[in-house]
């Protein structure tokens, strides 16, 4: 195992925040999220990336800030694949950087602010004086919001494979 990680760091208000680069598809900036009315909680909407449907996913509202100040994912997206679970399109501020962090600098997250609803929220690294929340993408969704997003994509691709031929 290394003594460092990879993560891209991104900006969802005025806190800082990084996922494993392994995890990460691609970095999209200004792409299209069409809104879909009575979808799941933390769900604004889906992204039509290269043809393929990936539910836009709000950080916002998993994490109880969406009146924070900042614009809600205009700026960047981040299309990360869950291992077999689904593809999310990350709603975020602004990508920041793709950096190196040495393992000393990391610390894991205080049982304090963990708990079954927070488990995502895996560790602490310093970057250059600055606290980055290092989160388990793989532990964002529940075992039953899995299921549901995993159908919500399959309904939506099977809608959209039938407009995209017809």
């Known amino acids: 195992m290394a003594d460092y990680i990879k993560p891209v760091i991104f900006r969802l208000g005025n806190q800082q925040f990084g996922v494993d680069i392994n995890l990460v598809q691609s970095i999209e900036r ?3 999220i069409v809104r879909v009315p009575n979808a799941m909680e933390y769900i604004s909407g889906i992204v039509n990336l290269r043809g393929e449907v990936i ?3 709000s950080l916002r509202k998993k994490f109880g800030t969406d009146d924070a100040v900042g614009s809600i994912g205009e700026d960047s997206t981040i299309i990360v694949n ?4 689904v593809k999310l399109a990350l709603e ?3 990508v920041l950087e793709i950096g190196d962090i040495d393992a000393n600098g990391i ?12 488990a995502y929220l895996d560790r602490v690294a ?10 388990d993408v793989e532990k ?3 075992q039953s919001e899995a299921e549901s997003v995993k159908k919500f994509t399959e309904e939506m691709s099977n809608d959209n494979g039938g407009a995209a031929n017809g």
């Open 30 to 32: 200004e792409i299209n």
């Open 55 to 57: 539910p836009a996913f």
């Open 82 to 85: 869950i291992p077999g679970v």
């Open 92 to 94: 975020v501020d602004d």
């Open 107 to 118: 610390v894991p997250m205080p049982a304090l602010a963990r708990t079954d609803d927070t």
């Open 126 to 135: 310093n970057v250059n004086g600055e606290l980055v929340i290092l989160l």
């Open 140 to 142: 964002l969704l529940t």
